[in-house]
């Protein structure tokens, strides 16, 4: 796949759509992994995120799962300088922990997360979730300093709030720190309002490459609920219905359905499809557990939805 662009102000270059690495350790074990990761690359993709806790959730792990399927799949691949490779720091690893952005905890946690990756830099580092009790200040300058050691070349931000994100911008700019060049919120279809009336303006004018997580809405978006029934077909499916299906959320499938049917795609292609067009996105970050997910991820690469489409879908989708 040749249509790579500049991630953000970066000489990062990526197929705009991101594998979301959550999955890893969780619903795919290491060697389903490695066969969707295979899959992956070979369709032409090149990014993959993921983040230090992934999948802690998960009854008997630890946390640091999927960064370890990752840097043993690198290893037996030796393809680490055509990947892009992103994951997270600060994030809780279990009920009981909170968010930690203190200097000494992302500088023992980057360590962590070279040594399970295999590698000896991360091309995108990111702050899972924002410790407000830390100051901006003492995070900016772990970063600087892993940035000056090489271990990391850009930095992130991902659960952040807009007033601390634009601090942190203005720290950044003020004292001559590395500043986040991406933003990773949660953005879909569905999930509208949050991103586009409190990040949306800023993320425009201060440059940001915004990577949406659960683009397809935890596969709400995917088309495969269609109905009440179909809900109990999926381990979690009670948790989606309870979110989503609401008149809301049936008028938005059954837009992505027409819609759909009128390009001959996936309902998932559309949804992502839909993340490319808005403005300030750089690439939606989707997990796959099958090879036809990964071809819903090619056609909405090449799917160019036209005006009719889109406000068909921004209309179903109206907060």
Known sequence: MSNKIAFGNTDIQLVPLIFGGNVFGWTLDEEASFTILDQFVDLGFNAIDT????????????????????????????????????????????????????????????????????????????????????GIEETLRAYEDLIKEGKVRYIGASNISPDRLEESLDIAQQKEFPAYISLQPEYNLYDREKFEKEYQALAAERDLAVIPYYSLASGFLSGKYLTDDDFKKSARGEGIEKRYWNDRGRKIVEALGEVAAAYRTSASAVALAWLLEQPTIAAPIASATKKEHLDSFVSAIQLRLGDEALEKLNNASAY
Do not use: C
């Open 51 to 134: 983040a230090n806790n992934y999948s802690h959730w998960v009854p008997g792990n630890q946390g640091g799962e999927s960064e370890t399927i990752i840097g043993n799949w690198l290893d037996a691949r030796k393809n680490r300088d055509q990947v892009v490779l992103m994951t997270k720091v600060g994030g809780r690893f279990g009920y009981d922990t909170k968010p930690n952005t203190k200097a000494a905890y992302i500088k023992e946690q980057v360590e962590l997360s070279l040594k399970r990756l295999k590698t000896d830099y991360i091309d995108v580092y990111q702050t899972h979730y924002d410790d407000e009790t830390t």
